[in-house]
């Protein structure tokens, strides 16, 4: 039975471009910190992945610090102020109700600290309330952390507003872009870290088809903010750690060769020199011939046309208000669990927003952020994907998801 994968958000298959990099990466021997030649080597393997980054995400080479995935960049975004935070008056912190488990899991160390954590409420579709978060802000919030769109539901969030509402305040912004890379801002038009205004950014190399366990933390210039990972002096004494060569190296080749897929409109990672003459041509053939979209939208789109609404309830109905890889849905007096458990046997991998732990099934905080029931919080399912997920895949797995919802 041929699988299909519409699990991408939780970990994207591994782009063909990465994989050769760091096949080449794996021929090198040494440690980056030493003075060798095979040390300098290494050196500048991963200095060239940074400014690749760098570039790419528009900010400059020294404002990205490499981490072992976005978890890691989140709690340093977060402990890292805390730590450097000099105005103890400053002693709130605030975050979006639906922020991912990464950032709300930092509360107890923060409380530790003595700081008081604040969750601000969403609507009905995931979105920060601006009102809300206006009340709350005033000269005692140090930071507020909103991420870009939200990992379960797809849900954009307007980050730009919300960072000029906390510098008015003279807090930082952190935004988690763990899901975003590569996508167009309603609000802000195509990705970039200048236009998005936040002082703190994470980001995670295997959501853009990278290696996992690798990330980086864009720590705007000048934001104030002390190390988490203590130790060597790797990272500018920023982020301790001999650096994860192989990783850094196939995350960078990555996030190029996705970003490129989305803009010559193959969505594929075909390395430039081995696709056709026409942007829509693939070494293995004509992407049309093979049921390619361009990208992941269409096949998502296509997902979403075949649905039958009045059984399969999307959470986030307006396409513009989501990412276009992300749908999510609810069939009512089904729960997740069972959902995934029998599209599973059907051959075909979704996710869910409700996590199985010590083998009972818990309400997703995101649905319930958002006003569900915990009963309608256990039946989140999360379709997500990616540019090889073919229309014709999200048109059988639309039929079996129809044919369990009846
Ligand atoms: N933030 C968001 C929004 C995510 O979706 C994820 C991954 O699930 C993470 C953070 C964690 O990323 P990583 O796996 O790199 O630690």
């Not at 060239?48 to 760098?54: G, I, K, N, Q, T």
């Amino acid at each position: 039975m041929n699988r299909i994968y519409l699990d991408w958000a939780a970990s994207a298959p591994m782009n063909l471009v990465a994989k050769r990099a760091m096949a080449a990466a794996s021929e090198k021997i040494g440690n980056a910190s030493s003075q060798h030649q095979e040390g300098r080597q290494q050196r500048t393997l991963i200095d060239e992945a940074r400014a690749l980054m760098a570039m790419k995400l528009g900010c400059s080479f020294g404002e990205l610090i490499l981490t072992s995935g976005a978890t890691e960049a989140a709690q340093m975004a977060l402990i890292g102020p805390a730590l450097a935070n000099k105005n103890p008056k400053r002693n709130r912190i605030l975050m979006s109700a639906v922020e991912h488990h990464c950032v709300l899991g930092q509360t107890p160390w923060l409380e530790r600290m003595g700081y008081q954590i604040e969750l601000i409420p969403v609507d009905r579709i995931g979105r920060v309330r601006l009102d809300e978060l206006s009340a709350a802000l005033d000269e005692t919030v140090l930071l507020v952390a909103v991420m870009h769109a939200n990992n379960e539901l797809g849900t954009w969030q307007p980050i730009k507003a919300g960072a000029e509402l906390a510098h008015a305040q003279g807090a930082l912004l952190f935004c988690d872009c763990a899901q975003t890379v590569g996508a167009v801002d309603p609000w802000i038009g195509a990705w970039n870290l200048e236009g998005l205004g936040a002082d703190l950014a994470s980001f995670s190399g295997h959501k853009w088809g990278g290696p996992q366990g690798v990330g980086a933390l864009f720590i705007r210039a000048g934001t104030a903010i002390d190390p988490v990972l203590r130790g060597g002096g790797q990272e500018r004494e920023m982020r301790a750690g001999t650096e994860n060569l192989l990783g850094i190296v196939g995350m960078a080749a990555a996030l190029e060769s996705t970003l490129e897929g989305l803009e010559s409109g193959t969505g594929l990672d075909v390395p430039p020199e081995e696709r056709g003459s026409s942007p829509r041509q693939a070494p293995h053939g004509n992407l049309r011939e093979m049921g390619l979209g361009p990208n992941e939208n269409q096949a998502a789109q296509a997902f979403a046309s075949h649905l039958h609404l009045a059984r399969v309830h999307l959470t986030v109905p307006n396409p513009a208000d989501r990412l276009p890889q992300i749908v999510h849905a609810r069939i009512p007096g089904i729960d997740a669990e069972t959902m995934v458990i029998r599209l599973d046997q059907e051959g075909i991998a979704i996710g869910s927003g409700a996590a199985c732990s010590s083998g009972s099934l818990e309400p997703s905080h995101v649905l319930l952020a958002c006003g569900y029931t915990m009963a309608e919080a256990k039946e989140g399912l999360r379709f997500s994907f990616g540019p090889r997920t073919t229309i014709q895949e999200a048109s059988i797995a639309a039929e079996v998801v129809n044919r369990f919802a009846l």
